[in-house]
């Protein structure tokens, strides 16, 4: 019988950790805290008493992507079938949270555990070196649990933010990457990105990037860019208190604005709907969106990502940041769908519900050409 786990399991999925895995076993720890504060199920198969597996999938906020983190079945057991069951009841629990895709890692050299996820309808999509703890590779697999017939997605390049304060030019390095697969993403460009576009606008530390800058950025490397913000105030200046601050971020955007005038970047002050960010993803162009991390279980703060694609339901992002304590990987912020009207609230930032977004094309793409080609698409539908 496959059942959701409870805490008074919790002896016996450690002895089961302890016989399934040699290295990266979950702690007694870990296991308490996935039963009982974690943001994720755990299923067993139990019959007379025993456990003969266990399957705990984690899920993120404010997504519908699900991580199937750990699978295991007792010695003496394996293939009896328990594996594809805890598989599809882990599937069940991602389906009932409204996930459409799930994904999971498999070592390199598990051939029975390979062979069970590409029966079952996984891709393999990465390969990942020196990922256990004893340096085996390991293989990334995917599943689309909804069927998106319309969804076209975008190859993004996936580059992690080294700083808490980056994502914003970790955000445009993937746009650039995707657009010019020439150019090199290391933290030398990340930091260098993030001079030139940062804001001062917390109350201590340093400043992460606006629009302006971000922009001013893209055009210096050649690459075509507009940019769209729903109000004319001075960028997220509400969130500061110090006037002295205040005034350098407002001299500081006054600058950028007199060098976006200058060289004839399109500036609108206008939001930009979910179906025109489709049409621009259509025509070519990679949007970069500010959105608050709240409501993908980060701090209250403006925070940069990158659409990779759309359809009817969803808006796919590249997150930059990796949150390691909840123990995801790069492969929990790469393409993660989060439903529309979700990304819709999440598109916003402040009481005042500031918005921004830089649409970026390639070098030598003429934005008017792109705007003629989204008009035209505007005009079919």
């Given at each position: 019988?496959?059942?959701?786990?409870?805490?008074?399991?919790?002896?016996?999925?450690?002895?089961?950790?302890?016989r399934?895995?040699?290295?990266?076993?979950?702690?007694?720890?870990?296991?308490?805290?996935?039963?009982?504060?974690?943001?994720?199920?755990?299923?067993?198969?139990?019959?007379?008493?025993?456990?003969?597996?266990?399957?705990?999938?984690?899920?993120?906020?404010?997504?519908?992507?699900?991580?199937?983190?750990?699978?295991?079945?007792?010695?003496?057991?394996?293939?009896?079938?328990?594996?594809?069951?805890?598989?599809?009841?882990?599937?069940?629990e991602a389906?009932?949270?409204?996930?459409?895709?799930?994904?999971?890692?498999?070592?390199?050299?598990?051939?029975?555990?390979?062979?069970?996820?590409l029966?079952?309808?996984?891709?393999?999509?990465?390969?990942?070196?020196?990922?256990y703890?004893?340096?085996?590779?390991?293989?990334?697999?995917?599943?689309?649990?909804?069927?998106?017939?319309?969804?076209?997605?975008?190859?993004?390049?996936?580059?992690?933010?080294t700083?808490?304060?980056t994502?914003?030019?970790?955000?445009?390095?993937?746009?650039?990457?995707?657009l010019?697969?020439?150019?090199?993403?290391?933290?030398?460009l990340?930091?260098?990105?993030?001079?030139?576009?940062?804001?001062?606008?917390?109350?201590?530390?340093?400043?992460?990037c606006?629009?302006?800058?971000?922009?001013?950025?893209?055009?210096?490397?050649?690459?075509?860019?507009?940019?769209?913000?729903?109000?004319?105030?001075?960028?997220?200046?509400?969130?500061?208190?110090?006037?002295?601050?205040?005034?350098?971020?407002?001299?500081?955007?006054?600058?950028r604005?007199?060098?976006?005038?200058?060289?004839?970047?399109?500036?609108?002050?206008?939001?930009?709907?979910f179906?025109?960010?489709?049409?621009?993803?259509?025509?070519?162009?990679?949007?970069?969106?500010?959105?608050?991390?709240?409501?993908?279980?980060?701090?209250?703060?403006?925070?940069?990502v990158?659409?990779?694609?759309?359809?009817?339901?969803?808006?796919?992002?590249?997150?930059?940041?990796?949150?390691?304590?909840?123990?995801?990987?790069?492969?929990?912020?790469?393409?993660?769908?989060?439903a529309?009207?979700?990304?819709?609230?999440?598109?916003?930032?402040?009481?005042?519900?500031?918005?921004?977004?830089?649409?970026?094309?390639?070098?030598?793409?003429?934005?008017?050409?792109?705007?003629?080609?989204?008009?035209?698409?505007?005009?079919?539908?």
């Open positions: 019988m496959i059942r959701t786990a409870q805490l008074c399991d919790l002896d016996r999925l450690v002895g089961l950790e302890q399934c895995f040699e290295t990266d076993r979950l702690s007694r720890r870990n296991l308490r805290h996935m039963l009982t504060r974690a943001n994720a199920s755990t299923v067993v198969d139990e019959e007379n008493g025993r456990l003969r597996g266990y399957g705990l999938v984690l899920f993120m906020r404010g997504t519908a992507q699900a991580r199937l983190y750990s699978i295991a079945v007792d010695q003496g057991l394996r293939g009896a079938g328990v594996g594809r069951g805890l598989l599809a009841a882990c599937e069940k389906l009932d949270r409204g996930c459409v895709c799930i994904r999971s890692e498999v070592r390199e050299d598990n051939t029975a555990s390979l062979n069970m996820f029966k079952a309808g996984y891709r393999q999509f990465r390969v990942v070196p020196d990922y703890e004893d340096h085996m590779t390991a293989l990334r697999l995917e599943r689309t649990l909804v069927p998106q017939p319309d969804l076209t997605l975008i190859r993004v390049p996936y580059y992690r933010q700083l808490d304060f994502c914003g030019s970790a955000a445009l390095m993937m746009a650039m990457k995707a010019d697969p020439s150019l090199t993403l290391d933290r030398r990340e930091l260098r990105i993030w001079q030139e576009a940062t804001t001062v606008f917390m109350t201590s530390g340093h400043g992460g606006g629009p302006h800058g971000l922009a001013l950025s893209a055009h210096a490397r050649g690459f075509e860019v507009e940019i769209f913000v729903k109000s004319q105030d001075v960028f997220l200046v509400r969130s500061v208190r110090d006037p002295s601050k205040r005034e350098v971020m407002r001299l500081l955007e006054e600058d604005l007199d060098q976006i005038s200058r060289i004839g970047i399109p500036l609108e002050y206008r939001s930009v709907g179906e025109e960010l489709k049409l621009r993803l259509g025509a070519g162009s990679i949007p970069v969106v500010l959105i608050s991390s709240a409501r993908l279980g980060g701090s209250r703060s403006p925070h940069w990158v659409i990779t694609g759309c359809d009817d339901r969803f808006v796919w992002i590249h997150d930059p940041f990796v949150d390691e304590k909840e123990g995801r990987t790069d492969a929990d912020a790469t393409n993660l769908p989060i529309r009207a979700d990304f819709e609230r999440m598109a916003r930032y402040g009481r005042g519900g500031q918005q921004a977004v830089l649409v970026v094309s390639a070098p030598g793409q003429s934005t008017l050409l792109a705007r003629n080609q989204v008009s035209a698409a505007s005009a079919r539908s």
